[in-house]
């Protein structure tokens, strides 16, 4: 039994679908669009709008056009996330990556470390990973730089309270609960790990605007481009190569790969996990043996 409101004829469907997967990168199925229809009616609703018709042509027009478009990607996304996830791959990323990041960092003579969650969602992701650096106790004393973007505001809000629920915590490792406060509203990230944390607002299609994020040596984007069309994930994957030192990781999810994606990034086999690599400059090799 569907909702009460307006319905979303086909025509329209792939009209709405269309434009917003040009935004954002998002890409629904002709037979997601039930799930479409229940999502926009709320924006509908919020704008007096009768119609998805009606609600198209302001996509299109009305001054506001973009701020709503940001507002329909807000009510279309999943933000599904949580401490610690996939942790067999953080394990990799503390054990592996962060030794190998660290030891090429010194190689050029710098104490600077920067880590970008590409899709943060409510900042739990960004968080595991600063716990994860500062746990290591390798990178003490050095510029350590975590950000996270996100095009929801909304969950970006949450992310920079840095105060959780249970639901956050259902893969929680106790060792790490010490990087917690109890608080009213919930468990807040201890103050020394939220300085390492930097979020901003970002659609990962604006590939312009992805220079906020500067240069970085590892970027997690887990469970994101899954909601991506082939276009749109070549695009973002690209994005992400440009912002990735040479020799900088990339962590996927665990259901993601870049067959038929991009060629060119390296394979990176990890004891538990395998990562994605930006190649080194041939002249940064080191010598083969005789």
């Not at 679908?17 to 629904?28: A, K, M, Q, T």
């Not at 996830?85 to 710098?110: C, H, K, M, N, T």
């Not at 996100?150 to 639901?167: C, F, H, N, P, Q």
Request: aromatic share 12%; proline share 3%.
């Amino acid at each position: 039994m569907h909702d009460a409101g307006p319905s979303l004829g086909l025509q329209d469907f792939r009209l709405l679908r269309d434009l917003v997967n040009r935004f954002c990168g998002i890409y629904f199925a002709d037979d997601s669009a039930y799930i479409v229809e229940r999502r926009l009616r709320e924006r509908l609703r919020e704008l007096g709008i009768d119609t998805f018709e009606e609600y198209y042509r302001y996509l299109q027009y009305h001054p506001r056009a973009e701020a709503e478009l940001e507002a329909a990607a807000e009510v279309l996304t999943t933000n599904e996330t949580y401490f610690f996830r996939e942790a067999y791959q953080l394990r990799a990323f503390a054990d592996e990556i962060l030794p190998a990041v660290r030891a090429r960092a010194l190689s050029r003579g710098a104490k600077r470390l920067d880590i970008w969650s590409a899709g943060c969602s409510s900042g739990e992701e960004v968080y595991t990973i600063a716990m994860l650096i500062d746990s290591t106790g390798f990178f003490e004393g050095w510029d350590v730089r975590v950000f996270g973007n996100d095009i929801s505001r909304r969950v970006l809000r949450k992310a920079r309270s840095a105060t959780y629920g249970r639901a956050s915590f259902r893969a929680m490792i106790p060792d790490y609960e010490r990087y917690f406060i109890d608080t009213e509203e919930g468990k807040q990230v201890h103050p020394r790990i939220r300085s390492m944390c930097h979020f901003g607002h970002l659609n990962l299609m604006n590939e312009r605007r992805a220079a906020i994020v500067g240069r970085v040596d590892v970027t997690f984007c887990r469970n994101v481009l899954i909601y991506f069309d082939d276009a749109s994930r070549r695009k973002v994957l690209d994005t992400i190569y440009q912002r990735l030192n040479r020799g900088g990781y990339l962590l996927l999810g665990h259901s993601e790969s870049l067959l038929h994606s991009s060629t060119a990034f390296e394979i990176a086999q990890l004891t538990t996990d395998i990562a994605y690599r930006r190649p080194l400059p041939y002249t940064d090799l080191p010598p083969r043996r005789s």
